[in-house]
C-alpha cells in the first residue's frame, strides 16, 4: 500500500514509472477546443489543448476547478451531448479520428477501447438496478454473443479482481449496499470489464479517505498494469498525480500552461501557476503551526477570459515581464527536454526565481 506518510515529491521519485514512450501514441489530441454557446456568452472551456499519450503511461491533468481537465476528458469519451457544444481539433485513438468519426463510431468505441471512471460512482451507477446488472449491460453491449450466465460470471471476475470481498454475493447487492471505496471500486471494474486501451479516471478519490485513496490509487496502478493501457487521471490533488503519473499536464483557464514528465516537473517546475500549486499543498513533513500558501486569488471566468496570459492578475512576477502578460498570449515553449510552459519571463529568470524564492518553501 502507498505510504501515506510521504511528501508529493518523495512519492513521484520512489513510485515506479514506466519506460519511456516508443512510436506513435496510442491517443494524441491537438489544439482540442471545446466551446458552450450560453446566453451569457461563449464559454472557452478548452481552448487549444493538445498532448499525447502512449499504451502503458499514465497522463495526470491538474488545475483548479474550472480549469478544463473534465470538459476534455469527456470530449475525448464523446460525451458532450449539447447542441450548444462546439468541439474542434483532433482527437485520434489509435490513429482514427474520433471528432471525424461522428457519434455512432465513438458509441461503438466507448466501454471497449476508451473507458471511464467517474468521480462520483453513487450518481453515475443506476439506484434501481444491482452492481451486478449494470456490470453484465456494460459487457454485452460489445459481447452480445455472450449468455447472461457468461456475463454474469464476467461481473463476479471483475469485481473480484477489484478486491470486493465474496464478489459472488456481493454481485446482487445494489449501490447504495456498498461504501464509498467499494463503489468506487465497482466503478473500475464497469470500466475495465471489456479490457479498454485507454481509461480515463476523473478525480478517482475524490471525497474518500486517505486509507481508501491509497488502495485506489494502489489498484489502478496494479490493474494497469496488467492490462498494459493508457491512463488519465484528471485531479485538482498533485499528490495524486505523484503517486501515478509518469507525465503531467497543467490547465488553467481552458489551456495547457505546463507540461513535461512527473520527475522533470515536481523537481523542478517552470510556471508560476504550477509553483503556487506546490506551494498549496499540504505536507506531513512540516510544522504544524506553518501555514500554507494559497494562489491568490479566484481562477478566471471562461467567458471573460483576461487577455494576454490568463493568469496574470493572480501571478506575482507579472510585472516582470514588461507588460507581455497582460497584452500577449503566452505559447508552451521547450524550456527542458520534453519539458514545456507557457510564461513570459525569461527561462533564466524563471530559474533564478524558482531557486532563490520557491524551492525552499516546498
Not at 45 to 60: A, E, I, N, P, W
Not at 117 to 138: K, R, S, W
Not at 195 to 200: A, E, N, Q, R, V
Given at each position: 500500500?502507498?505510504?501515506?506518510?510521504?511528501?508529493?515529491?518523495?512519492?513521484?521519485?520512489?513510485?515506479?514509472?514506466?519506460?519511456?514512450?516508443?512510436?506513435?501514441?496510442?491517443?494524441?489530441?491537438?489544439?482540442?477546443?471545446?466551446?458552450?454557446?450560453?446566453?451569457?456568452?461563449?464559454?472557452?472551456?478548452?481552448?487549444?489543448?493538445?498532448?499525447?499519450?502512449?499504451?502503458?503511461?499514465?497522463?495526470?491533468?491538474?488545475g483548479e476547478s474550472g480549469s478544463g481537465k473534465s470538459v476534455t476528458s469527456l470530449a475525448i469519451m464523446g460525451l458532450?451531448?449539447?447542441?450548444?457544444?462546439?468541439?474542434?481539433?483532433?482527437?485520434?485513438?489509435?490513429?482514427?479520428?474520433?471528432?471525424?468519426?461522428?457519434?455512432?463510431?465513438?458509441?461503438?468505441?466507448?466501454?471497449?477501447?476508451?473507458?471511464?471512471?467517474?468521480?462520483d460512482p453513487l450518481t453515475a451507477m443506476h439506484p434501481y438496478y444491482t452492481v451486478g446488472q449494470q456490470i453484465v449491460?456494460?459487457?454485452?453491449?460489445?459481447?452480445?454473443?455472450?449468455?447472461?450466465?457468461?456475463?454474469?460470471?464476467?461481473?463476479?471476475?471483475?469485481?473480484?479482481?477489484?478486491?470486493?470481498?465474496?464478489?459472488?454475493?456481493?454481485?446482487?447487492?445494489?449501490?447504495?449496499?456498498?461504501?464509498?471505496?467499494?463503489?468506487?471500486?465497482?466503478?473500475?471494474?464497469?470500466?475495465?470489464?471489456?479490457?479498454?486501451?485507454?481509461?480515463?479516471?476523473?478525480?478517482?478519490?475524490?471525497?474518500?479517505?486517505?486509507?481508501?485513496?491509497?488502495?485506489?490509487?494502489?489498484?489502478?496502478?496494479?490493474?494497469?498494469?496488467?492490462?498494459?493501457?493508457?491512463?488519465?487521471?484528471?485531479?485538482?490533488?498533485?499528490?495524486?498525480?505523484?503517486?501515478?503519473?509518469?507525465?503531467?499536464?497543467?490547465?488553467?483557464?481552458?489551456?495547457?500552461?505546463?507540461?513535461?514528465?512527473?520527475?522533470?516537473?515536481?523537481?523542478?517546475?517552470?510556471?508560476?501557476?504550477?509553483?503556487?500549486?506546490?506551494?498549496?499543498?499540504?505536507?506531513?513533513?512540516?510544522?504544524?503551526?506553518?501555514?500554507?500558501?494559497?494562489?491568490?486569488?479566484?481562477?478566471?471566468?471562461?467567458?471573460?477570459?483576461?487577455?494576454?496570459?490568463?493568469?496574470?492578475?493572480?501571478?506575482?512576477?507579472?510585472?516582470?515581464?514588461?507588460?507581455?502578460?497582460?497584452?500577449?498570449?503566452?505559447?508552451?515553449?521547450?524550456?527542458?527536454?520534453?519539458?514545456?510552459?507557457?510564461?513570459?519571463?525569461?527561462?533564466?529568470?524563471?530559474?533564478?526565481?524558482?531557486?532563490?524564492?520557491?524551492?525552499?518553501?516546498?
Amino acid at each position: 500500500m502507498t505510504d501515506l506518510n510521504k511528501t508529493a515529491a518523495d512519492a513521484v521519485q520512489d513510485a515506479p514509472r514506466n519506460p519511456a514512450p516508443a512510436g506513435d501514441p496510442f491517443l494524441s489530441v491537438r489544439d482540442l477546443r471545446v466551446h458552450f454557446d450560453t446566453d451569457d456568452g461563449l464559454v472557452r472551456s478548452v481552448d487549444g489543448v493538445s498532448f499525447d499519450l502512449h499504451k502503458g503511461r499514465t497522463l495526470g491533468i491538474v488545475g483548479e476547478s474550472g480549469s478544463g481537465k473534465s470538459v476534455t476528458s469527456l470530449a475525448i469519451m464523446g460525451l458532450h451531448r449539447s447542441k450548444r457544444a462546439g468541439i474542434t481539433g483532433e482527437i485520434r485513438l489509435d490513429g482514427e479520428d474520433l471528432i471525424a468519426a461522428g457519434p455512432d463510431r465513438v458509441r461503438q468505441l466507448r466501454g471497449r477501447e476508451l473507458a471511464m471512471i467517474f468521480q462520483d460512482p453513487l450518481t453515475a451507477m443506476h439506484p434501481y438496478y444491482t452492481v451486478g446488472q449494470q456490470i453484465v449491460e456494460a459487457y454485452r453491449v460489445h459481447h452480445p454473443q455472450a449468455s447472461k450466465k457468461q456475463a454474469r460470471a464476467r461481473a463476479v471476475e471483475m469485481l473480484d479482481r477489484v478486491g470486493i470481498p465474496q464478489p459472488d454475493r456481493r454481485v446482487d447487492d445494489y449501490p447504495h449496499q456498498f461504501s464509498g471505496g467499494m463503489r468506487q471500486r465497482a466503478m473500475i471494474a464497469m470500466a475495465l470489464v471489456n479490457d479498454p486501451s485507454l481509461l480515463i479516471a476523473d478525480e478517482p478519490t475524490t471525497a474518500l479517505d486517505v486509507t481508501v485513496q491509497a488502495q485506489i490509487l494502489d489498484l489502478i496502478r496494479d490493474l494497469q498494469a496488467e492490462f498494459g493501457s493508457a491512463v488519465i487521471i484528471i485531479t485538482h490533488d498533485l499528490g495524486v498525480v505523484a503517486e501515478l503519473a509518469d507525465d503531467i499536464l497543467v490547465m488553467y483557464g481552458g489551456k495547457c500552461i505546463e507540461r513535461g514528465p512527473a520527475e522533470t516537473l515536481f523537481d523542478a517546475p517552470e510556471h508560476p501557476y504550477t509553483w503556487g500549486l506546490l506551494g498549496s499543498m499540504p505536507r506531513l513533513d512540516r510544522e504544524l503551526q506553518e501555514r500554507l500558501v494559497p494562489v491568490k486569488g479566484t481562477p478566471p471566468s471562461l467567458i471573460n477570459v483576461p487577455s494576454g496570459c490568463a493568469f496574470h492578475p493572480r501571478c506575482p512576477y507579472a510585472d516582470l515581464t514588461g507588460g507581455r502578460s497582460s497584452s500577449e498570449l503566452p505559447v508552451l515553449t521547450e524550456a527542458a527536454p520534453g519539458h514545456h510552459a507557457a510564461c513570459h519571463l525569461p527561462v533564466a529568470e524563471r530559474h533564478r526565481i524558482f531557486a532563490e524564492e520557491i524551492a525552499p518553501r516546498l
